[in-house]
């Protein structure tokens, strides 16, 4: 069994940064991707940002470009998103994926089924 552990969510000022982890474990876990969506009170799940291990392509929302920024280590199965100036309506649980295949495709795609999901972890940002 694969699981996905995120951690670094809490309680920020509008204008302050937070740095989101996510660690791979389990059973063999092998993926093509890991990124991160995230999910606002009455709204549905969006993407937020990937990485294709291969090539280290990595792919953003419009509305968090210039704003963060992820990286990650394939050997680690380990995936971060850096978050800096961060706005009120990033106010959301972060949830981590991993796919086999992709997050978001070269046309503009989201995968929106990936293979695993992390449990989530909450970022609230204050006006």
């Known amino acids: 069994q694969v699981q996905l552990v995120e951690s670094g969510g809490g309680l920020v000022q509008a204008g302050g940064s937070l740095r989101l982890s996510c660690a791979a474990s389990g059973r063999t876990f092998s993926s093509a991707a890991m990124g991160w969506f995230r999910q606002a009170p009455g709204k549905e799940r969006e993407f937020v940002s990937s990485?294709?291990?291969?090539?280290?392509?990595?792919y953003y929302a419009d509305s968090v470009k210039g704003r963060f920024t992820i990286s990650g280590d394939n050997a680690k199965n380990t995936v971060y998103l850096q978050m800096n100036s961060l706005k009120p309506d990033d106010t959301a649980v972060y949830y981590c994926a991993a796919d086999s295949l992709f997050l978001r495709g070269l046309n503009g795609v989201i995968n929106v089924g990936p293979d695993y999901w992390g449990q989530g972890t909450q970022v609230t940002v204050s006006s």
């Open positions: 990485l294709n291990w291969s090539g280290g392509k990595t």
